[in-house]
């Protein structure tokens, strides 16, 4: 597989259960992004991962809880959601954290998450 | 005031009409700029980047303007593969170990036949 790889693309859970997201990127990037994307919102940075170690958590509630295991990877881990947390989640890699013209940002294709 | 600002739209062109869109953005520390395309549904792609001299991709034009802190895009003889949304990105160095990406909510874009 080439890009970044999200599973699952759809996922429905209740308030109670636990779940994870995936991400793996296969682009050699060292830098990885989790954003959450809601309707008629911007797109909204939540974690970033440099070579394995946070460097940015924007104020996520701790419900949300990321994993690198390794730069290629990238989890979420979720439990306790609330309805409100319904979203698209959308992970991404670049090359490093410069993030200027020459070194763009890719997204996987997302996980649409419903909370019920 | 939000950090970028962009007209929701929706735009709706006929084929071949020519459209612009504007965004402005709050930090004048920003650095670099961006214009991304999100399809329906689908993840934002880069379209393509903005410099301070304007720059040109095909039907695609650019612009920035740092005195009054605001970005275009012009495209040129609409085609229906052009719906989608596009989304106004700004990279502002805060001063820490990132340089963060600042999305827009985007600016809807109708092209039909």
């Known amino acids: 597989e080439t890009g970044v790889t999200q599973t699952p693309r759809h996922l429905v859970m209740g308030m109670t259960n636990k779940k994870s997201l995936k991400c793996e990127q296969h682009?050699?990037?060292?830098?990885m992004y989790w954003y959450k994307q809601s309707a008629k919102k911007p797109l909204e940075l939540m974690f970033v991962?440099?070579?394995?170690?946070?460097?940015e958590n924007n104020s996520v509630p701790s419900r949300f809880s990321p994993e690198c295991p390794n730069s290629s990877h990238l989890f979420l881990h979720l439990h306790t959601l609330q309805p409100e947390d319904s979203a698209l989640y959308l992970c991404?890699?670049?090359?490093?954290?410069?993030?200027?013209?020459?070194?763009?940002?890719?997204f996987g294709p997302g996980t649409r998450l419903t909370v019920t | 005031r939000k950090e970028v600002e962009q007209d929701p739209g929706p735009f709706n062109v006929p084929e071949g009409a020519t459209v612009a869109f504007n965004c402005t953005y709050s930090?004048?520390?920003?650095?670099?700029f961006f214009w991304y395309r999100q399809d329906c549904r689908k993840e934002p792609k880069l379209l393509m980047s903005?410099?301070?001299s304007g720059n040109e991709d095909g039907r695609f034009t650019a612009q920035l303007n740092r005195a009054s802190q605001y970005i275009s895009l012009l495209i040129r003889d609409s085609k229906l593969s052009d719906s989608a949304t596009y989304l106004c990105?700004?990279?502002?160095?805060?001063?820490?170990?990132?340089?963060?990406?600042?999305f827009g909510t985007g600016t809807l874009l109708a092209v039909q036949p």
């Open positions: 930090n004048s520390a920003s650095q670099s």
């Open positions: 991962y440099n070579f394995k170690e946070q460097t």
């Open positions: 682009l050699g990037h060292n830098a």
């Open positions: 990105v700004v990279n502002a160095d805060y001063g820490g170990a990132t340089n963060k990406l600042i």
């Open positions: 991404a890699s670049s090359q490093d954290l410069r993030l200027t013209a020459s070194y763009e940002q890719y």
């Open positions: 903005v410099y301070s």
